[in-house]
């Protein structure tokens, strides 16, 4: 009986690793491998072709359902399907912002929303981008001010977004708006979808520190754009609650993650940024006063430090998703990794940095720059980590309110 | 509050049953007066947990223990630490009575291991010297063969409750060659031997005393080495494992503590008309706080699994939960005293 369940297992490693080996790029995990510019049609066509294929085999689409697209697979085969995408160097299916729409679906969708929208995220075939932050209401998100004003069956928006990353590949999107100038704080809310092709609906590209030319983050204006009332999701002026379910499950505490064993690891995006295994390379390779900076036990230790920071954050990943999935857990614990794999992901980019010396003041397009300048555009890429998804004084907030009780001020 | 998950029904209910014994059986009045007793131990509490099954939880049913397992054995562990519950647990269970078991002889368990089992004896482990670090090298009490005996001469510091303790394992020289490593080896000593001489070092933390032992031409029988003759150095390392995830433990129950006592204080305290509890500062350090006791939980709980499972990783997994739990337990600690502001140092 073990055994047989052991050879099920072992047949599906196999399986994937078969599926992978015939479905990634070419020269895919090669320095011969050349990576499409993020957010470029090249890059959106290449992950809507490949999570496709990974849907269509099984592969993603945990933790949904099955009558709204969802995948059903024991933890044992959605640890060894994690595992083989893992080992190829995170080809992990992009459905990107997409997924905080399916757990705030799941939780407050009507059955017809559920039916629509969530079907084509799992298979990446839409990708969403975030209408939450405004100019003036940031960490204060219930004081946003894009208004929606109800004409007939039709909401009607006017205001202006900002710091939305995927703004130019979006589709669709939500949107968190003011639906009463009377209603009391946190009940003038409203949570909708919106298609990105409807009138009156315009974006622009926002420039950030890296001074990389494609920007990640832009701005969404609304000039009378209209909505159909059947794409507000939960009651009018329950916007705020139906945005704390997206806002957990950003951090990395919704279930759809928990299902995939990605609780608390929002940090996907900050591991990319490099990790421990990296620092290390590129210890042993750089010289400095004479020696490796490999040989420096100061160096060393600090490496190790982080090494067990990361050690620490997956298992505590790896609890939290326990606990979400036996509902012990809101959700809200997430952000602790939020907190500390962003924190620590902007010390090892200083540490980088640090090992380079002189070298570090050197950006993207000087030919002496270590790694094409890759090591100075992450360390700058990782200051923007600590802000976006709740900085981490708010995520802190979150955590002795939510989680140890402690009073608002 | 801390959240508990992975834990067996069985395990929930020795967690419980551990946390209402310790509440009732050692609160904090009996632990000053432990504190306070030269020995700090109480016979008449370690019967009470010998009749709950704790000495030998984790030895096999016929040693007279009940056959669970290391991670169960973490769960009294966090709990004792929690309690700050002084006495000989650590010392008889974790840094003798595991040894005996990997490594004693079948007639070496059956001496020993019941009567562990049973509360009918204390034991503790006699290491460290001068250096006071766990370094072959620095390692000199002698063994001297002499017919079917050994004679023991030299001197023991930071051992802990040995005068507690019936009997000691004691770590001694009985070669010296090239390696230091080779040539050490572990004797079940008893305690009441002539020659032996016993006396307080004056530590910080009166809830585990500790002692400097000297052995004055100590007799020990053969039959009491335990593992190889010279062979000592990787039982150490092995004892030095397990000690180290059961002390990752023991952290994670003070920490957890102190935390759950400094958020209830921050809610009850009030300055400038509010409940300190308000204020930003504080709370963000009560945040970082239970991140920590949470990582902490989570490496140690996974460093007691492989310790467990003998898993590939065990050396690594309970030196970092070591590293960080005792990190985390100083930042939590030191963040209680600061946050209680002026009752927090008197």
Redesign the interface.
């Known amino acids: 009986m073990v055994s047989r369940e052991k050879d099920k297992l072992e047949a599906l490693r196999q399986e994937v690793r078969a599926f992978l080996s015939k479905n990634l790029p070419e020269k895919w995990g090669t320095p011969a491998y050349k990576a499409p510019e993020p957010g470029s049609p090249e890059a959106i066509n290449l992950s809507k072709t490949f999570t496709k294929k990974l849907y269509d085999a099984g592969y993603t689409g945990f933790g949904v359902p099955a009558q709204y697209g969802g995948v059903e697979r024991p933890p044992e085969e959605r640890n060894i399907i994690r595992t083989e995408l893992l080992r190829q160097g995170f080809p992990l299916p992009f459905v990107g912002l997409g997924r905080l729409v399916v757990d705030t679906l799941l939780q407050w969708g009507t059955e017809e929303q559920k039916k629509r929208f969530i079907p084509s995220i799992l298979n990446g075939q839409v990708h969403w981008i975030e209408g939450f932050s405004e100019p003036n209401a940031g960490s204060d998100l219930a004081g946003v001010q894009t208004m929606g004003v109800k004409d007939g069956d039709e909401w009607v928006i006017n205001g202006q977004k900002c710091w939305t990353s995927g703004w130019d590949y979006g589709e669709w999107g939500f949107l968190l708006c003011k639906t009463s100038t009377t209603a009391p704080r946190h009940r003038n809310l409203s949570f909708f979808l919106f298609d990105c092709s409807t009138k009156g609906f315009s974006r622009r590209p926002l420039r950030q520190m890296t001074g990389e030319p494609h920007a990640q983050y832009g701005e969404l204006f609304f000039d009378d754009m209209r909505i159909p009332k059947d794409q507000i999701v939960g009651e009018e002026g329950r916007g705020w609650y139906v945005a704390m379910t997206t806002l957990i499950a950003e951090r990395g505490g919704g279930q759809v993650g928990a299902a995939a064993g990605e609780a608390g690891l929002m940090g996907r995006m900050v591991r990319s940024l490099g990790g421990v295994d990296d620092l290390i390379e590129l210890a042993k390779k750089t010289k400095r006063y004479g020696q490796s900076v490999w040989d420096d036990a100061t160096f060393r230790r600090r490496i190790a430090q982080f090494?067990?920071?990361n050690?620490?954050?997956r298992?505590?990943g790896?609890?939290l998703g326990?606990?979400i999935r036996?509902r012990?857990?809101s959700g809200n614990?997430a952000s602790?990794t939020k907190?500390?794999r962003t924190e620590q992901g902007k010390r090892m980019g200083d540490m980088a940095c640090e090992m380079i010396g002189a070298y570090s003041q050197l950006v993207r397009g000087d030919e002496r720059a270590i790694e094409e300048g890759d090591l100075v555009f992450n360390m700058l890429m990782s200051r923007g980590t600590t802000i976006y998804m709740g900085t981490s004084?708010i995520?802190?907030?979150i955590?002795?309110?939510r989680?140890?009780?402690?009073?608002?001020? | 509050m801390a959240i508990e998950i992975g834990l067996k029904e069985e395990q929930v209910m020795l967690k419980k049953m551990a946390r209402d014994f310790l509440a009732t059986e050692t609160p904090k009045t009996f632990v000053r007066q432990m504190m306070a007793d030269e020995v700090g131990h109480s016979p008449e509490k370690w019967r009470k947990m010998a009749e709950l099954g704790w000495q030998g939880l984790v030895f096999p049913e016929q040693y007279g223990g009940s056959a669970m397992t290391f991670r169960d054995l973490t769960i009294l562990c966090e709990e004792m630490g929690r309690a700050v519950m002084p006495g000989p647990f650590y010392s008889t269970v974790v840094l003798v009575g595991l040894p005996l078991l990997d490594f004693g002889t079948e007639s070496q368990k059956k001496e020993f291991l019941p009567k562990i089992a049973s509360g009918d004896m204390v034991c503790t482990l006699a290491v460290l010297e001068e250096s006071g670090d766990l370094w072959a090298d620095d390692l000199h009490l002698k063994a001297q063969k002499r017919g079917n005996e050994y004679v023991l001469t030299g001197n023991k510091l930071f051992v802990t409750d040995a005068k507690a303790a019936d009997y000691m394992l004691v770590v001694a020289r009985t070669r010296r060659t090239e390696n230091p490593e080779d040539g050490i080896t572990l004797f079940m000593v008893n305690a009441r031997e002539w020659g032996i001489w016993i006396e307080n070092m004056v530590v910080m933390d009166q809830t585990r005393k500790q002692y400097e032992v000297r052995f004055t031409n100590v007799p020990v029988s053969s039959a009491n080495i335990i593992g190889e003759l010279h062979g000592g150095w990787k039982i150490l390392q092995q004892i030095a494992l397990k000690a180290s995830a059961a002390l990752a433990a023991e952290m994670v129950g003070v920490g957890e503590q102190a935390m759950e006592m400094t958020v209830a204080y921050l809610k009850d305290r009030k300055q400038f008309d509010v409940v300190i509890g308000t204020f930003q500062a504080l709370k963000h350090r009560a945040a970082d706080m239970l991140i920590a006791m949470e990582y902490s939980r989570s490496l140690m709980e996974w460093a007691a699994e492989c310790v467990k499972e003998n898993h590939d990783d065990v050396a690594m997994a309970v030196a970092m939960a070591k590293s960080y739990c005792g990190d985390s337990l100083k930042f939590v600690t030191d963040s209680g005293v600061q946050l209680h502001g002026g009752i927090g140092f008197t």
Not at chain 1, 403 to 409: A, E, Q, W
């Open positions: 090494a067990i920071e050690e620490a954050q298992a505590y790896v609890r326990m606990m036996n012990t857990a614990e602790m907190v500390t004084e995520c802190r907030n955590l002795s309110e989680i140890l009780g402690l009073p608002r001020g």
